[in-house]
């Protein structure tokens, strides 16, 4: 290499003109990003002020060398050496001074290069041509370096009689080309990053899910397919250029529970509070065509990496309708199914059932119901409070009348369902009953609405009426199909429930037949009875009991077992009290009842005819009594001394209704005051079917306990132990009938 | 014994022998499964002079509706010209068959072989 100083002071190469070089230079490398652009403009700084042609070659990532760009002060000469560089491309570890630069990272000054200098860089012989026929002259080539890396070089060449490079020449050049490097490599890094970017939107844009991101405006600067379909827009590009807030405008989003959101509710909006917001589900509603779609919305910021602050809310919008319609139909089912089988007051889990519909499934839930009466509205419910008393006062005008042509009674009368869509006011005038009606039905901007019948196994009991206002939601088939699920299910659970207070009523007047209203006073005697019967109250049967006032003679108590639940063996438990009763008071003897109640019992049908009894007779004798007792098949009752020692007394017969002839034995006991006397059906023992004689056992310890107790007391504390032995839940009837002849006065 | 409710509570076996058939009983005969062991008597071919044993000893509970149809069983029984016994059973079945005085009516045996 070879320096000369004398050339240094070149005429048209002032100071100035190099720094006015660099400024430009430094101009063309801040405002462009774009390598090739960029790389030419520095080429031509270059031409014809400092030098007749420049080049600038990259090392690829190969390690081979390209040509980036050629500027040359003569016509022709820039395309002619591209091409010749295409041909023949530079040795990267060959001897050409661009190849040296580029291994070495250090610039070289050529400043006169020989003929045979020439040659002996060339890439083959056209190349020597090439170069010694545009007379090359003077060379200087500078590494293009950043961040320690030589990414390639800049070669400026004087030819002919240009003078030759000096070495101030070559300081600037090297200045260029190290401000070269750094636009190189930021617009490597931009062109990555830009790759990046691309690759990222090309991804995004594929996405299934809907994804905007948003700046601190509010305005959608990027926006995916997916979410200018979900948005109601033809392309992206309509969301990123509508003004902020003009999008979200045309949904109306409804929390889970109907409360309406606002902007300031949106997690995309929330991010930009410094927070990362949970995840929204939100039930949208497109104003313009009512139709629902239920949005999962996630949002995370996006940081500036320098300031913290946040730039951007990038959102993820999942449609979830579909799902969301599923789990609502199912939860809304069980929960209205769980509702209907919770009690038989079918008018009140009626009103429950309304509550579950709004704002789940509508925005307005009514209830009719089909009575003796005619149609009865039982429920009505609305999630505003203000639009309740609305649709309070509308129910009361609304009161379908059977044979009017109203379409809750035609939903009544046919059994089918019906469904308005998209109810628009000129429509309502139909529906209205009169001004005041329609003045109603107009304030409460029904929508559309579905009229189910609620079908019991005789047809329909009634009518479900659902209706949607201010959610301005359509109704689909899907709803139309719950609607009409929810309406069988209602009518089975209202018949059953008729049926079921039928039947409890039945019961009751039974089951009161079993019993005496209340017990009779049998002076000095203290008397106390109790009875709880198995299972359901329309299992009615079973056991009974009474006292008969004495025609003259003795007081007599009965107690008594029939086999058998239900209203047959209630039909004989009552028989058996009244015949009782009945033989007591025309004066018969004890066995002669017995035999009565037999003979009337062997009328009955098989499996209802067999009945145990145990009858006391009651004679006062002096404080205490004499007791004349007869078992039927009947439990030993209980004598209870003073001290509480408990005996059993009377003799076994046979039971009642099965076989003939009976055998029964009266015999006597006396009672004195302070003792008890315990009359109890087998329940007390066998409510939980105990095994061996605990039962029995137990019995006797609480009987040790009854003369300390009121006698009232102590029967409550048998039945309750009888309870407790059948874990909650008696197996059979409990019946209990106690005397005790108070103690003489002090 | 499975705790299931109702008819499954009791199970019937019935053992057919030179002019004597045993039925032995198992688990409760109650209201819940009381037609049971008339359907399964029906089903039964029984020979006139024959003797049928109801065996109770593994009979854990009876009430009156099991009773009634014990009952019944014997009077099916004996309407067919067949001779009929029971066995002695659990202590709750001994003293239903003592408080109802049913011994009066039913031969009592004290065991099946018998």
Same mark, same amino acid.
């Given at each position: 290499m070879s320096r000369s100083?004398? @050339?240094?002071?070149?005429?048209?190469?002032? =100071? +100035?003109? %190099?720094?006015?070089?660099?400024?430009? &230079?430094? &101009?063309?490398?801040?405002?462009?990003?774009?390598? %090739?652009? $960029?790389?030419?403009?520095?080429?031509?700084?270059?031409? =014809?002020?400092?030098?007749?042609?420049?080049?600038?070659?990259?090392?690829?990532?190969?390690?081979?060398?390209?040509? +980036? &760009?050629?500027a040359a002060a003569e016509e022709g000469l820039a395309q002619a050496l591209e091409e010749l560089r295409a041909r023949h491309p530079l040795d990267p570890n060959g001897q050409h001074p661009v190849a040296r630069v580029t291994r070495s990272g250090e610039p070289e000054l050529l400043a006169e290069m020989s003929e045979g200098l020439l040659r002996s860089f060339a890439q083959g012989s056209e190349h020597a041509r090439f170069m010694i026929a545009h007379r090359y002259r003077s060379a200087a080539v500078a590494p293009l370096s950043a961040r320690g890396r030589t990414l390639g070089a800049l070669s400026v060449l004087r030819l002919g009689d240009s003078p030759p490079f000096t070495d101030e020449d070559m300081a600037l050049v090297s200045e260029l080309a190290r401000r070269a490097g750094l636009a190189i490599d930021n617009a490597r890094l931009f062109s990555d990053l830009r790759g990046v970017e691309q690759r990222l939107e090309a991804i995004l844009a594929s996405l299934a899910e809907a994804v905007t991101v948003?700046?601190?405006?509010?305005?959608?600067? !990027?926006?995916?397919?997916? &979410? +200018?379909?979900?948005?109601?827009?033809?392309?992206?590009?309509?969301?990123?250029? +509508?003004?902020?807030?003009?999008?979200?405008?045309? !949904?109306?989003?409804?929390?889970?529970?109907?409360r309406e959101l606002g902007l300031e509710s949106m997690p995309s909006r929330r991010v930009f509070e410094g927070i990362q917001p949970e995840p929204l589900l939100a039930r949208n509603i497109v104003r313009a065509t009512g139709e629902e779609r239920w949005i999962l919305a996630r949002s995370s910021p996006v940081s500036d990496p320098e300031t913290g602050r946040v730039r951007y809310a990038v959102s993820v919008f999942e449609n979830i309708t579909e799902v969301k319609h599923v789990e609502i139909a199912e939860r809304f089912m069980a929960e209205a199914s769980r509702v209907l089988a919770s009690s038989m007051s079918y008018k009140q889990t009626l009103r429950q059932v309304a509550e579950l519909a709004v704002p789940l499934i509508a925005d307005w839930c009514a209830i009719d119901l089909l009575g003796p009466d005619g149609v009865e509205r039982v429920a009505v419910h609305h999630s505003d409070s203000e639009r309740l008393a609305l649709a309070e006062r509308l129910a009361s005008l609304d009161r379908p009348v059977l044979h009017e042509p109203a379409i809750v009674p035609e939903v009544l009368r046919t059994g089918r369902a019906q469904i308005l869509t998209d109810i628009r006011p000129p429509g309502l005038a139909t529906l209205a009953r009169d001004r005041e009606h329609l003045r109603l039905l107009e304030a409460f901007k029904a929508t559309a609405m579905i009229i189910v019948p609620m079908i019991g196994a005789t047809g329909p009991v009634g009518a479900i009426t659902l209706v949607s206002s201010e959610s301005l939601r359509h109704f689909t088939a899907a709803d139309l199909s719950l609607a009409e699920r929810l309406g069988r299910r209602a009518g089975t659970a209202v018949e059953n429930a008729r049926l079921y207070t039928e039947r409890t009523r039945i019961a009751l007047t039974l089951q009161n037949a079993l019993r005496p209203q209340s017990l009779p006073e049998i002076p000095g005697i203290e008397m106390s009875a109790r009875y709880s019967p198995a299972g359901e109250l329309n299992e009615a049967g079973g056991? !009974?009991?009474?006292? !008969?006032?004495?025609?003259?003679?003795?007081?007599?108590?009965?107690?008594?077992?029939?086999?058998?639940k239900g209203p047959g063996a209630a039909g004989v438990t009552a028989l058996a009290r009244h015949t009782l009763k009945a033989a007591a008071m025309s004066g018969q003897s004890p066995l002669e009842m017995l035999q009565i109640l037999h003979q009337e019992l062997r009328h009955q049908p098989p499996g209802e005819d067999l009945c145990t009894v145990c009858l006391v007779t009651l004679a006062r004798v002096g404080e205490g009594a %004499?007791?004349?007792?007869?078992?039927?098949?009947?439990?030993?009752?209980?004598? @209870?001394?003073? $001290?509480?020692?408990?005996?059993?007394?009377?003799?076994?017969? $046979?039971?009642?209704?099965?076989?003939?002839? @009976?055998?029964? $034995?009266?015999s006597t006991a006396t009672l004195d005051p302070g003792e008890t006397l315990l009359l109890y059906t087998d329940g007390v023992l066998e409510g939980g079917k105990p095994r061996g004689r605990s039962g029995e056992r137990r019995l006797l310890e609480l009987c040790r306990q009854a003369p300390e107790l009121e006698l009232s007391r102590f029967l409550q504390r048998i039945e309750r132990q009888a309870l407790e032995n059948a874990g909650g839940a008696l197996s059979d009837d409990v019946a209990l009938l106690a005397i005790r002849p108070s103690p003489p006065p002090r | 014994m499975p705790s299931v409710r109702g008819a499954d509570r009791l199970q019937i076996e019935l053992k057919r022998g030179r002019g004597r058939t045993l039925v032995r009983l198992s688990g409760e005969l109650d209201l819940a499964n009381s037609t049971r062991l008339r359907s399964e008597l029906e089903r039964l071919d029984i020979e006139a002079e024959s003797t049928v044993v109801l065996d109770l000893r593994e009979i854990e509970f009876m009430d009156s509706s099991g009773l009634r149809a014990l009952l019944a069983a014997q009077e099916l029984i004996e309407q067919r010209g067949a001779e009929c016994a029971v066995t002695r059973g659990s202590e709750q079945v001994e003293r239903l068959l003592r408080v109802t005085q049913a011994t009066k009516y039913l031969q009592m045996i004290d065991s099946p072989a018998a």
């Open positions: 100083e004398e @050339i240094s002071s070149t005429p048209g190469r002032s =100071p +100035a003109s %190099r720094v006015e070089l660099l400024l430009e &230079a430094g &101009a063309v490398l801040a405002t462009s990003l774009d390598l %090739r652009t $960029t790389m030419g403009q520095v080429a031509h700084l270059t031409v =014809p002020g400092l030098a007749d042609l420049c080049a600038i070659d990259l090392v690829n990532k190969d390690g081979s060398i390209r040509e +980036a &760009a050629v948003i700046d601190e405006g509010g305005q959608i600067v !990027f926006a995916n397919q997916a &979410a +200018a379909d979900l948005l109601g827009a033809t392309t992206p590009a309509e969301l990123t250029s +509508a003004p902020p807030g003009t999008i979200m405008a045309r !949904f109306l989003v409804l929390d889970e529970r109907g056991d !009974f009991y009474d006292v !008969f006032e004495p025609a003259g003679g003795d007081w007599t108590l009965v107690i008594g077992d029939v086999c058998g %004499r007791l004349g007792i007869s078992l039927a098949g009947h439990q030993q009752p209980l004598l @209870i001394a003073a $001290t509480g020692e408990t005996g059993k007394v009377g003799e076994p017969g $046979t039971l009642l209704g099965v076989r003939d002839p @009976i055998e029964i $034995t009266e | -």
